[in-house]
């Protein structure tokens, strides 16, 4: 026997309507912060070379390589806000 919870789920699911693809309008699409810009100032502030860039909530992590004087690369990463 299904919960009550469940049913009321599955009534709620029901009686939503689905985005027909011909009809843009209802859509409603989520996208995530875009770290380009972020990613690109810590390019330029480092100038290293970029490795990875990862939105998190609120924030971008950016990781970049950067080349020492003589040396081993090392690895940068920095958490920019959004």
């Known amino acids: 026997m299904a919960s009550p919870m469940s049913v009321a789920a599955l009534a ?3 009686t ?3 985005p027909s693809p011909d ?6 699409v989520r996208v995530a912060g875009d770290c380009s810009e972020a990613a690109q100032q810590v390019v330029d502030k480092t100038g290293g ?9 609120d924030s971008c ?6 080349q020492g004087n003589g040396q081993r690369p090392r690895k940068v990463t920095v ?3 959004m």
């Open 12 to 14: 709620v699911w029901l």
């Open 16 to 18: 939503v309507p689905s």
């Open 23 to 28: 009809n843009t309008h209802n859509l409603l």
């Open 49 to 57: 070379q970029l490795l990875s860039v990862q939105p998190s909530g």
């Open 61 to 66: 992590i950016i990781t970049v390589l950067v």
């Open 79 to 81: 958490k920019v806000p």
